[in-house]
């Protein structure tokens, strides 16, 4: 069984910057994709960004140009750096791992994120 084990989460002010971790404890296999998506309260579980093992990226429209995330494959780590943080950006954020052919999936036990002043 794989582990996805979060880091990072905090309290920051609105402007500020927070960089997420995500590292899986055994070694998973391309092809995948690993993801940050996160859950505000009373709200749905929603994408944040995700990357390939090949490389390619995606981003909710939300969190463009202010977010960036990052992959080591050799490393099976994700990092998630997020820039000019807003209140809104406030939630539990969570890690993902899911293979391509769709025969694994993890989460990580989640991370806060609260953007307060």
């Known amino acids: 069984q794989v582990q996805l084990v979060e880091s990072g989460g905090g309290l920051v002010q609105p402007g500020g910057s927070l960089r997420l971790s995500c590292a899986a404890t055994?070694?998973?296999?391309?092809?995948?994709?690993m993801g940050w998506y996160r859950q505000a309260p009373g709200k749905q579980r929603e994408l944040v960004a995700r990357?390939?093992?090949?490389?390619?990226?995606n981003y909710a429209d939300s969190v463009k140009g202010r977010f960036t995330i990052s992959g080591d494959n050799v490393k099976n780590t994700v990092n998630l750096q997020m820039n000019s943080l807003k209140p809104e950006d406030t939630a539990v954020y969570y890690c993902?791992?899911?293979?391509?052919?769709?025969?694994?999936?993890?989460w990580g036990q989640g991370t806060q994120v609260t953007v307060s002043s």
């Open positions: 990357i390939t093992s090949e490389g390619s990226t």
């Open positions: 055994r070694s998973i296999f391309a092809p995948y994709t």
């Open positions: 993902k791992a899911d293979s391509e052919s769709g025969l694994w999936s993890f």
